[in-house]
């Protein structure tokens, strides 16, 4: 008796546990597609920055 009271206690902490996760999931996902969008602004910042200095060495160039 006392084996299936520490099953069903077993049972009950993984769905606890994964009733948080699934609760915590919509906010894992905005902080990454926040990071996401930081990412491609900042690769976007970088590849204005190479154009920039292309156009002065094609301009130092002629």
Do not use: Y
């Not at 049972?11 to 996401?36: D, F, S, W, Y």
């Amino acid at each position: 008796m006392a084996g299936l009271f520490i099953w069903g206690s077993d049972v009950e902490k993984g769905i606890t546990a994964n009733t948080q996760a699934i609760e915590h999931e919509p906010a894992m996902l905005a902080l990454e597609q926040k990071h996401i969008a930081e990412f491609k602004d900042e690769i976007r910042t970088r590849l204005q920055c190479i154009d920039s200095k292309l156009e002065r060495l094609i301009e130092r160039g002629e």
